[in-house]
């Protein structure tokens, strides 16, 4: 009998941690293992965890983002998620098991939220200002993510851009996630994404996408994308920008230089000037968006106070 | 030969031990989904599906579909050729309302606009209508009925988006005169 009871126990005990297991869904989601790019550019000396991100003109992601809590700036590329203060320069910020990334936001109402996504990754989340993460990938058909965009206004909703499958989306923070009915604009090699309230939409907005041949744009009901104007010496953009606040001022960086739009990316001025190389990603303060930041491709930071008007280069201590 | 028969105090205890171990596993089972703190353990099942249409309404929408927009979108709301290619000016040619199209993706409100106001490039505003404007030359229950045919041309799965898209829409659906 009392071999019965043990039996029993030992049965009971080990049915309650599979069940419960099974039953909660398993231990915190895991991140994907992800081998170092190939053709990261950037030197990181990981002994200080200092950078010295130099690129080359490159069809990979380069996503910026800036942190309005502390004033830094974020870079997801190739040698992962970097972070860029007026006292340390470019340091790397450490993610368990990730060493390539393709984007970053951040939720400008809950800055210590930030969102990352990469090959191979699918998409990370962070709500400690990048201190630890969680992968959040539950319905995500792909983890091959190239491009991450945040709602301006429905914070918990952000797209994601899938290597050759196109838009996913999470309305619940990334709790769950669901392809959208998309075609994907006609250059599907997308690397950047970003969200814009520019009045029009047939829904609650549009998403800019930047790819080689040049930035597209499509409501977010996805009923088709077309071209966002038309950059003719390089048509290649890597990053977009859009004010807020004056949803019909975008910014669109790419080899050809950094250009500015003011009537929602139908029409660009000239290459504008200041900016002493060729930029690689540009931002801005969501909540002061005449403030832009461009990163060039030697990796020096330039910020402009007056809407890419004028330019100084950042210098760290 | 016979078969030596249990002693009736271990059969009795052996019973009750297996229906003991019955209640075990039960307690066990329930502890262990008490454990999860109430987390939905599968995804919830859909708790809105989408309205059923009037036959009526349908044929009725059919009808002034064909009068009234079928030179554009097609005699069998198949749109018109190439309407997923953007002219030069990047604008669609008139789209499918079948499941081929992208109707389905809208909220009932914006469906209910669409045809009430026309529709003109959407970043040009104040630019010529591309689609006209059928509120002065249609009923409120013409529109309505016209939205129903197109409903009656999606798969479920579409139905079912469409109306999630219709419930989650930040802006009220007109309602029908009283």
């Known amino acids: ?317 | 030969m016979e078969i030596p028969r249990r002693s009736n105090n271990l059969a009795t205890l052996e019973g009750c031990l297996m229906r003991r171990t019955r209640y075990r596993w039960l307690l066990v089972i329930t502890m262990a989904l008490t454990a999860c703190g109430g987390q939905n353990v599968s995804p919830a099942a859909p708790t809105n599906s989408y309205p059923t249409l009037d036959p009526a309404q349908i044929t009725q929408g059919r009808q002034v579909y064909v009068q009234r927009c079928a030179s554009c979108h097609g005699p069998k709301a198949e749109g018109a050729p190439n309407w997923a290619t953007p002219g030069p000016d990047g604008l669609f040619p008139a789209p499918p309302h079948d499941d081929t199209g992208h109707t389905w993706h809208h909220s009932d409100r914006v469906l209910y606009e669409s045809i009430r106001d026309g529709m003109n490039d959407p970043l040009r505003p104040g630019s010529p209508l591309r689609m006209p404007a059928w509120g002065s030359t249609l009923s409120d229950g013409e529109i309505r009925a016209i939205i129903s045919y197109f409903k009656s041309l999606w798969l479920a799965e579409h139905r079912q988006y469409q109306w999630e898209e219709t419930l989650k829409d930040f802006k009220p659906t007109p309602t029908p005169p009283s």
């Open chain 1, 1 to 317: 009998m009392n071999r019965n009871i043990q039996r029993l126990a030992i049965g009971a005990v080990t049915l309650f941690g599979l069940l419960t297991i099974t039953a909660c869904g398993g231990p915190p989601a895991q991140i994907p293992t992800v081998p170092p790019a190939a053709n990261s550019s950037a030197a990181v000396d990981s002994a200080s965890s200092s950078v010295s991100s130099s690129q080359a003109d490159t069809t990979e992601s380069v996503a910026l983002a800036y942190d309005p809590k502390d004033g830094s700036l974020l870079k997801a590329d190739n040698a992962g998620l970097l972070r860029w203060r007026t006292d340390t320069g470019w340091r790397k910020v450490n993610i368990p098991q990730v060493s390539t990334l393709s984007a970053i936001v951040v939720n400008p109402d809950n800055p210590t939220t930030y969102y990352a996504s990469g090959p191979g990754v699918g998409v990370i989340r962070s709500n400690d200002s990048g201190n630890t993460w969680q992968a959040i990938n539950t319905g995500l058909p792909s983890l091959d993510i190239t491009a991450l965009a945040i709602h301006s206004f429905r914070r918990d909703t952000v797209f994601a851009w899938m290597r050759g499958k196109g838009v996913a989306r999470t309305e619940d923070g990334g709790a769950n996630w669901k392809q959208v009915p998309d075609r994907g604009p006609r250059d599907t090699n997308v690397h950047g994404l970003v969200f814009s309230t520019l009045p029009g939409s047939m829904n609650t907005g549009w998403l800019y996408a930047s790819t080689p041949t040049g930035a597209y744009m499509s409501m977010d009901c996805f009923c088709g994308w077309r071209a966002a104007g038309n950059i003719p010496a390089n048509p290649m953009i890597r990053s977009v920008a859009v004010d807020p606040q004056t949803p019909a001022r975008v910014y669109a960086a790419g080899p050809a230089g950094l250009f500015r739009s003011d009537n929602g990316g139908l029409d660009w001025g000239e290459p504008l000037t200041g900016l002493a190389g060729k930029p690689l990603a540009v931002t801005l303060d969501p909540k002061t968006p005449q403030t832009v930041f461009a990163v060039l491709i030697d990796g020096s930071v330039w910020k402009s106070p007056d809407g890419a008007t004028t330019w100084q280069p950042l210098k760290a201590a």
